[in-house]
């Protein structure tokens, strides 16, 4: 069953049609969100990311859109579904149909989308560099629009090379994320993530990493440029999204990296998760 604009539909009878400023400019934004025993995980920082990412794209809020009303409806998209505790949510949010670069309203329509989800860390994970085109730097690059073909060859070349992921580089050459994730890098006791002006997605995972690392007084956290050579330099490395919490990168190129601090942190986020503090 699909939540569009709060009706529960069956897919079959969802009618977007041809006039979709989803499909034919990208016109949209989305979410994706973890759902443990029926409670949405670090829901407050996703729909505050939502709300920033709806002003910055010029997108008319609905009256309705508080933090309870789409927590709701979230819930209920996932209530319908077969019997399972951990589940993977799609909130989308594009703007009316109509129009052509310039749309005719800046009002939205809004669909919810859920399945079950069971990801399991893996114990090997290798990634390299994406280098046909570029994550360019910018405001821009860090809201989850429905924009996603750099996302896709990226991850399209990481089938094609039996790796796990890759990484992208915005036009100066630096570390952005990798293709679903963003990416921190480990080096004695600094851990280095891109800063948001490199141009990554400005993580709901990625900012409680942050949180649990200033806490951490045996490292120290930077958001900082951050260059492919370095990461054959780190001693660890490790990716995050809502979905997979984080997971350890074992390999980069000929270079193998230990998974201590990864470990650690993945069991720290998983009780904030319980316990939301």
């Known amino acids: 069953m699909i939540n569009f604009n709060g009706e529960l539909l069956f897919k079959k009878n969802i009618k977007l049609t041809t006039d979709n400023r989803g499909f034919k400019y990208g016109d949209g934004i989305f979410e994706t969100i973890k759902v443990v025993h029926k409670k949405v995980i670090f829901w407050e920082d996703h729909y505050f990311r939502l709300m920033a990412s709806m002003r910055m794209l010029r997108m008319k809020i609905p009256m309705e859109f508080t933090l309870e009303f789409l927590e709701k409806e979230i819930l209920k998209t996932v209530a319908v579904l077969e019997d399972g505790a951990n589940f993977r949510v799609r909130l989308n949010v ?4 109509g129009g052509l670069y310039t749309p005719k309203t ?3 329509d809004y669909l919810i989308e859920a399945s079950e989800s069971n990801y399991k860390t893996k114990e090997t994970y290798e990634i390299d560099v994406f280098k046909d085109f570029y994550n360019y730097s910018g405001l821009l690059s860090t809201i989850k629009t429905n924009n996603r073909m750099l996302n896709t060859l990226a991850s399209i070349y990481a089938n094609e090379n039996d790796l796990d992921n890759c990484i992208l580089v915005n036009e100066r050459k630096g570390v952005v994320e990798v293709a679903n994730a963003n990416i921190f890098i480990v080096k004695n006791n600094i851990v280095k993530t891109p800063a948001l002006t490199e141009g990554c997605i400005k993580g709901v995972v990625r900012g409680k990493v942050i949180d649990l ?18 990461i054959q330099k780190a001693d660890e490395v490790f990716i995050t ?14 270079k193998s990296f230990n998974t201590d601090l990864a470990g650690k942190l993945h069991a720290s986020l998983k009780v904030l998760q319980i316990t939301g503090i």
């Open 94 to 97: 594009f703007r009316k149909d």
């Open 106 to 108: 800046n009002a939205i």
């Open 213 to 230: 690392l200033i806490k951490n007084k045996d490292f120290t956290i930077e958001e900082t440029v951050i260059s492919p050579f370095e």
């Open 241 to 254: 999204n809502a979905i997979m919490g984080i997971q350890p990168v074992t390999k980069y190129k000929k």
